[in-house]
């Protein structure tokens, strides 16, 4: 499905941005790449897998896939030393959204962002992105998309009923070099500027702005409130009995709630 060469095509003159590797399968390919990053890997260094065994999601959730129907990737990316990772997880999800419309995968349905690292379609889960910092070297980072072409025909049914894929026929190729060139562009910004000169683009995508939602957590009881957005750091605003809390923790999850 994948082809290195047409995807250096669809990149043109970013594809000399990125060293990629196109693997038949892997275990995890933020794993191996943060093994990579360790022993030194430069920055724009770039792994896909055809199949990913042991894909991983956040909050250790497993990331389903299959052969062709799927695109998963990690990207290295090494920051200007002192550069603070806040809020890069809702960076990337901007750079996955407007990669999405400019291919024309928004199709019937719009593509939004949820807190803090979800893409959904239609409401639904269309993908995922895990953010994890190399040891050793807080400026670096390993961004990690999964992505649903088409959904799984194993994929679980409590899974299935909340994904969504892709509802247009896009060269998965020509899909890879958008999200690639979106993420160049977008984590150039982020080293310079930080996450508050891509908030309004999150903001403006924003499934939940001014709604009624529930947090969820596996250490503490759930909570309602009014999601008012998301903080020049990346921290959710909810709105509880009139004052406004920052969550911080990446450890809980949104819902929207009646």
Partial sequence: M?????????????????????????????????????????????????????????RGRTWHSAPGDSLTFSLLWRFAPGTLPLGLSLAAGVAVSEALVKVGADGTAPVELKWPNDVLKGGRKLAGILVELVPGAPHAAVIGIGLNLRLPAALPDEVRAHSAALDA????????????????????????????????????????????????????????????????????????????????????SLRGAA
């Avoid at 275990?27 to 191996?32: H, K, R, V």
């Avoid at 920055?43 to 055809?50: P, R």
């Fill in 2 to 58: 994948f082809d290195l060469t047409a995807i250096a095509q669809a990149l043109g003159a970013d594809a000399c941005r990125f060293d990629a590797e196109l693997l038949p399968e892997c275990a995890s390919t933020n794993a191996l790449l943060l093994a990579r990053a360790e022993n030194g890997a430069p920055s724009g260094s770039v792994l896909i897998a055809e199949t990913q065994t042991a894909g991983r999601g956040r």
């Fill in 169 to 252: 026929a896009i060269d998965p190729n020509v899909l890879l070099a958008a999200l690639l060139v979106e993420l160049r562009a977008t984590l150039e910004i982020f080293g310079t500027q930080g996450f508050r000169a891509l908030r309004e683009a999150w903001l403006a995508r924003h499934a939940f702005q001014d709604a009624p939602v529930r947090l969820l957590s596996d250490f503490a009881p759930p909570r309602e409130g009014i999601c008012r957005g998301v903080d020049e750091t990346g921290a959710l605003l909810l709105e509880t009995a009139g004052d406004i809390e920052r969550i911080l923790s990446g450890e809980v």
